[in-house]
Antibody
Framework: QVQLQESGPKLVKPSQNLFLTCDVS??????????WSWLRQSPGKGLEWIGY???????YYNSSLKNRVIISFNVSKNRLSLLLNSVTAADTAIYYC????????????WGRGTLVTVSS | DIQLTQSPSFLSASVGDKVTITCRAS??????LAWYQQKPGKAPELLVY???TLHSGVPSRFSGGGSETEFTLTINGLQPEDFGTYFC?????????FGPGTKVDFK
């Protein structure tokens, strides 16, 4: 079974960019069998879908993030990435990477999550 | 965006009880709804997708139903390991959205 592990900074200053990565355990990205996503969870806003990337490179983003987000992957490194620009305190959350079957939208496997705090 | 509401927000039940959680969508989403269970400090886990299909490995005491705007998750014979928070998620329209959650606790 696919295993996912997020990593990145725990503390980011307001207006800075947040860059997170997610290591995929078994080279599953190149199989094309999954879609890859980022989600986040904060006490104030609950669970929030950030966006997807499919093996084709097609991406879908939550419009609420107002074009601040880019999701990408590096197949050779088996790594998924999230770039969130110009963060504010409202971006404080636990960030999860996740995957699901290619032709669906549901999430089958989640990483353990990483807490990111935005504060000066 | 499609809004999801869940009821109840909190429920307290006993081992062996039958428990039903309802998720309502602000517009029709066909069968494209999933349910997740989350325990404190852990990531959510998929229970049901396409409204009524049980994910692999999920105990048969869990069942999902409904379509369009009203959906249910039923636990038939609540077990101690079933405590936690349950979320619904709509998958029909972007942005994908989640319900606010139903916390299940034990009496």
């Amino acid at each position: 079974q696919v295993q996912l592990q997020e990593s990145g900074p725990k503390l980011v200053k307001p207006s800075q960019n947040l860059f997170l990565t997610c290591d995929v355990s078994d080279g599953s990205i190149k199989t094309g069998k999954y879609h890859w996503s980022w989600l986040r969870q904060s006490p104030g806003k609950g669970l929030e879908w950030i966006g997807y990337i499919f093996y084709s490179g097609t991406t879908y983003y939550n419009s609420s993030l107002k074009n601040r987000v880019i999701i990408s992957f590096n197949v050779s490194k088996n790594r998924l990435s999230l770039l969130l620009n110009s963060v504010t305190a409202a971006d404080t959350a636990i960030y999860y990477c996740a995957c699901g079957p290619e032709h669906t939208n549901y999430v089958e496997t989640w990483g353990r999550g990483t807490l990111v705090t935005v504060s000066s | 965006d499609i809004q999801l509401t869940q009821s109840p927000s909190f429920l307290s039940a006993s081992v062996g009880d039958k428990v039903t959680i309802t998720c309502r969508a602000s517009q029709a989403i066909a069968k494209y709804l999933a349910w997740y269970q989350q325990k404190p400090g852990k990531a959510p886990e998929l229970l049901v997708y396409d409204a009524s299909t049980l994910h692999s490995g999920v105990p048969s005491r869990f069942s999902g139903g409904g379509s369009e705007t009203e959906f249910t998750l039923t636990i038939n014979g609540l077990q101690p390991e079933d405590f936690g928070t349950y979320f619904c998620q709509q998958l029909n329209n972007y942005p994908i959205t989640f319900g606010p959650g139903t916390k299940v606790d034990f009496k």
